[in-house]
């Protein structure tokens, strides 16, 4: 495994509920104190449930009050005669878990459509119950506040959103490296904050900041690969093995590695002689793949039935298809407007 140089020790609290009783010993005058648990299984899931959910409303507003206070910040740095009173609590006091014309010579097929610049996203998205409810929540707390998500990534178990300019909000169970690299962002200047992250199974990830750095966790291939960018690359896919990857660079062109990179999508690239003009690439851990292309011509593949009846039917009502990233047991997020 590759891993960037960044390193954040966070331990893990593990919390009980706990009744305790107090019992005094008249003969020996010493008090025996006695703990029990008397938690039900069910109870306890979804005692857990509405923490998670809870946290997830509480971070984001502690997000959207740090990116405030970067601003008030800023204006202070430009007005010295100002009398602003920064009065807050210290965020580390709370727990996270949020918180920003045609071609030519192309073969033509089913799976491609001409598609325009978006101005404006919409959702549809496949998920596990618990992560669908706390993704619910997180685009829910965004929309009140009135922001934009800008981008999104999902692995299935977790998603990341970034939204307006520099937020960030994410599930429970994201990259635990990755984790503890977002959860240092609430203390750093705005530079550092998140410009694009891609997330993978087996606990792969790549982030670009705002500042032009970036970091990874993946397979040693990739390393070698970014430590040699003087840019920031256009995205990150991880596929379905630990060493496949593909990487778009800032200007188009691309490379890939790993034994299991979808063969329809290589013959695609092969027959668009090979050119460097994409935009992203998106894998999927079953062999699922997304292509989009600077023009904005797209191709998908290895995906279910029921997602390309979607992509279709989206299509046929003058839709026009984003982005599509993919995760375990057949889950999705797809971006529209």
């Not at 305790?20 to 010493?30: C, E, W």
Request: some cysteine.
């Amino acid at each position: 495994e590759s891993f960037s140089t960044y390193n954040d020790n966070d331990d893990t609290i593990n919390v009980s509920l706990l009744s305790i009783s107090r019992d005094n010993n008249k003969n020996n005058n010493k008090n025996d104190l006695i703990t029990t648990m008397k938690v039900d299984g069910n109870d306890m899931r979804e005692l857990t449930a509405k923490i998670e959910l809870a946290e997830v409303g509480v971070c984001v507003i502690i997000g959207e009050r740090d990116e405030l206070l970067a601003q008030i910040k800023a204006i202070d740095a430009k007005n010295p005669n100002s009398n602003t009173n920064n009065n807050t609590t210290n965020s580390n006091e709370l727990d996270e878990y949020v918180f920003e014309e045609n071609e030519e010579d192309e073969s033509e097929n089913d799976d491609e459509e001409d598609v325009n610049t978006l101005a404006g996203l919409e959702f549809d998205y496949s998920l596990s119950e618990d992560v669908l409810l706390q993704t619910e929540q997180c685009l829910g707390d965004i929309d009140k506040m009135g922001k934009t998500v800008t981008s999104v990534s999902t692995n299935g178990k977790a998603c990341v959103f970034l939204y307006g300019n520099g937020g960030i909000a994410y599930t429970p169970n994201v990259p635990r490296t990755l984790y503890n690299k977002l959860k240092s962002l609430r203390i750093n200047p705005k530079a550092t904050r998140p410009a694009y992250i891609a997330i993978g199974t087996r606990e792969r990830y790549h982030v670009s900041f705002l500042n032009g750095t970036f970091d990874w966790k993946g397979p040693k291939g990739l390393g070698q690969v970014l430590k040699r960018l003087r840019h920031p690359p256009r995205c990150v896919a991880f596929g379905p093995n630990y060493d496949t990857f593909f990487i778009v660079y800032h200007d188009g062109s691309w490379e890939h590695q790993g034994k299991s990179m979808p063969q329809d999508l290589i013959k695609k690239l092969i027959a668009r002689s090979e050119r460097p003009d994409l935009v992203c690439v998106t894998l999927g851990p079953k062999g699922e793949w997304f292509l989009r292309t600077q023009n904005g011509r797209l191709w998908w593949g290895g995906i279910k039935p029921t997602l390309d009846a979607l992509i279709e039917k989206l299509i046929q009502k003058g839709r026009y298809l984003n982005f599509i990233d993919f995760g375990e047991e057949g889950s999705y997020f797809l971006s529209y407007d």
